[in-house]
């Protein structure tokens, strides 16, 4: 698929971009993470289960290749694949691997630092976009798929 470049739907012309997206965003971050957990534990064996004293650290490596790997390649996680929704950058291209790393950091960070988190959340709550607090700083949403057929 190439990079065409489009504008950003308006939130208030075409409400459909951004219906639930906030919700779906919670539901693939849940699905991710579950998916995270299982990859983490698959790994277990090959480090003959001493990755059970870094399991944490295992998982925000394991996390955050995962993030970066499947944003790169769709624009999406598997979780948000399944519930139907992917970023888009300001100009509403795909996620390349350089826009991916930042969103993924900025999500590090945010969960390194809760009040960040916090403010991620309220953000997408109350914006008219669903933005987090990555996505304000790197000019990025979250859309519906199925709004763009």
Known sequence: MSQVDW????????????DDVTMKRLIAFLVDTVL???ICLA?????????I??????????????RVITLTNGSAT???RLTAIEFRDQHGRRFNLSLAFLHTLGLSVSFAIPIL???SVV????TERGQGLSDNVLGTVA???????
């Open 36 to 38: 995270i957990v299982l």
């Open 143 to 149: 859309l519906n798929k199925e709004a763009r057929r």
């Open 53 to 66: 004293f870094f399991f944490p650290f295992l998982m925000f490596v394991v996390g955050f290749a995962y």
């Open 78 to 80: 598997l979780g948000m």
């Open 43 to 51: 790994i277990l064996p090959f480090t003959v289960f001493t990755g």
């Open 117 to 119: 988190q916090v403010i």
């Open 123 to 126: 953000l997408m709550a109350t």
């Open 7 to 18: 504008h950003l739907p308006d939130p208030r012309t075409q409400p459909e971009f951004y």
